[in-house]
């Protein structure tokens, strides 16, 4: 089992920045990916950006350029930095943790965080 806790939610303005902190706990050597994902009210749950255990990033085209995601191995933290915030940014923010022990897969999610960027 891997349990994350998300924070640094909250609400800003638009053109400001928040960052977000994931922590893993519990059977972290299995995770091989870790991400955050958003849902929009009355929106699907889209990818915002993840990290692979090598280091490689992806982000969605909305935020390249405004997102960094990035991780702090030694506190088995996940950090999404975000700048130049928008309102349709807004949304709960879930963190993500892809974990393989073969021959199966698993996701685990945080509970989610609150962005707001009033328009």
């Known amino acids: 089992q891997v349990q994350l806790v998300e924070s640094g939610g909250g609400l800003v303005q638009a053109g400001g920045s928040l960052r977000l902190s994931c922590a893993a706990s519990?059977?972290?050597?299995?995770?091989?990916?870790m991400g955050w994902y958003r849902q929009a009210p009355g929106k699907q749950r889209e990818l915002v950006a993840a990290?692979?255990?090598?280091?490689?990033?992806d982000y969605a085209d909305s935020v390249k350029g405004r997102f960094t995601i990035s991780r702090d191995n030694a506190k088995n933290t996940v950090y999404l930095q975000m700048n130049s915030l928008k309102p349709e940014d807004t949304g709960v923010y879930y963190c993500?943790?892809?974990?393989?022990?073969?021959?199966?897969?698993?996701?685990?999610w945080g509970q989610g965080t609150q962005v707001t960027v009033p328009s």
């Open positions: 993500n943790a892809h974990a393989v022990r073969i021959p199966l897969s698993y996701d685990y």
């Open positions: 519990g059977t972290i050597f299995s995770i091989n990916r």
């Open positions: 990290i692979t255990s090598g280091g490689s990033t």
